[in-house]
């Protein structure tokens, strides 16, 4: 029973584009979401967060979106640039952060 | 060391041998996780480990594995008796305590059951 939902499982997008990557929850106990970018041979790194007190999280060219009444969270990304092609999952953990939840991953590809 | 370390980088056994994958985890992180991603899966949990609280096994697919995590710092993931389906890029990752969201990833360990 997957509870962290991302069904797309790749995204192109022209260099100087937006990405828009997506994510969908079925737990109304998550309390905060995190997004992870990974290239191939690497462990995944941390991007952004968001907590549920919150409906934007902005960091540079990445912003984070939740919509709670949905259960879907997004990440943006202005201008996207060939070097944040990656795999980007998203995660969700609860209040007490000891379990997370990860996505199937969304494989963002921007083209030069 | 600065980040989580896993060794081996590459495993590849045949099926029915014993593996041994280990972590070593950031200086000070008390919660050690692992997690496995399958070939065009995401990432699954296995098991978590918090200071020391007895570990979170819900993960673990079958007997044939375990985990252990000697004095607080590296740990060790057991899988006996490799079947092909355990074939996966194992994931080490830890963070600081139980306040703090963020999860540092190994580069992980890929292994292949022939």
């Known amino acids: 029973d997957q509870q962290v939902k991302q069904n797309s499982p790749s995204l192109s997008v022209q260099e100087g584009r937006i990405s828009i990557l997506n994510c969908d929850y079925t737990?109304?106990?998550?309390?905060?979401f995190l997004w992870y970018k990974k290239y191939p041979a690497e462990g995944p790194t941390f991007l952004i967060s968001i907590s549920s007190i919150k409906d934007k999280n902005e960091d540079g060219r990445f912003t984070v979106f939740l919509n709670k009444s949905a259960k879907h969270l997004s990440l943006h990304i202005v201008p996207s640039q060939p070097g944040d092609s990656a795999v980007y999952f998203c995660?969700?953990?609860?209040?007490?952060?000891?379990?997370?939840?990860f996505g199937s991953g969304t494989k963002l590809n921007v083209k030069p | 060391g600065a980040g989580v370390s896993q060794s081996p980088s590459n495993k590849v056994t045949e099926k029915g041998k014993d593996v041994e994958l280990r972590c070593d985890p950031i200086?000070?992180?008390?919660?050690l996780y692992w997690y496995r991603q399958s070939l065009g899966q995401g990432l699954e949990f296995l098991i978590y480990f918090q200071g020391n609280s007895a570990p979170d096994k819900s993960g673990l697919p079958s007997d044939r594995f375990s985990a252990e995590r000697t004095g607080g710092s590296v740990s060790t993931l057991t899988i006996q008796r490799t079947q092909q389906e355990d074939s996966a890029v194992y994931l080490c990752?830890?963070?600081?305590?139980?306040?703090?969201?963020?999860?540092?990833f190994g580069s992980g360990t890929q292994l292949s059951v022939l």
């Open positions: 200086s000070g992180h008390t919660a």
């Open positions: 990752a830890s963070r600081r305590g139980t306040n703090n969201e963020k999860l540092f």
């Open positions: 737990n109304s106990m998550f309390d905060y």
């Open positions: 995660a969700a953990s609860g209040v007490d952060f000891n379990k997370f939840y």
